[in-house]
């Protein structure tokens, strides 16, 4: 697990199904975090080494967010932009979106995160509208992708690619048009995004 993270962090070694497994065990009978209990406990967690416990804090704040009030989006910047990697930060982005949907008036720090310098917030601007699909801001997507087209950072193409590759699946014309009017998107981009349109 280590070596696939590029040993970046340690693990315990649980594997996925088993780490799924004592979570809902150890949230069994248990009431619903307030928010500052939340903040609290995924903050602990990151402040452990072995990188399961970063694992449980995402999911948890996952399963959470959308109940929470928009200062949380704070916490979740804090954790997107510590001990970040794809593997944490792919799964605050969902939770991003759900604190998004739930609050319309966060988009407006979206357009803000997908100019940040630092890589991970921008992914996170640009994937957090993964599971919207037909309420997806075809208008938003769009612009933030042709904003970070010249990205040399290849999380920032590979996230474009799929964004564009999951609008996809619900409008495959606005992705093929969008695509074909942009030649200022990368190689990998566009194979991402016309991954599943051939």
Known sequence: ?????????????????????????????LPRPTERELATIAKRCWARPQREFQYFACEYVRKNAKRCSPEFLSTIEWL?????????????????????MAHPKLVQTMDEWIAADNL???????IHQLAYKERTDTERLFDYCT??????????RKAIGWALRQYAWTDPDAVTAYVASTPSLSALSRREALKNLR
């Open 147 to 156: 904003r970070r087209a010249g990205d040399t950072e290849f999380f920032i």
């Open 120 to 126: 991970w917030i921008a992914r996170v601007a640009l």
């Open 1 to 29: 697990m280590a070596a696939y993270m590029r040993d970046r962090f340690t693990f315990f070694g649980i594997p996925t199904p088993e780490r799924r497994a004592l979570i809902r065990a150890a949230l069994t009978d």
């Open 80 to 100: 997107v932009t510590h001990k970040s990697w794809w593997d944490t930060v792919d799964d605050l982005a969902h939770s991003t979106g759900a604190l998004v």
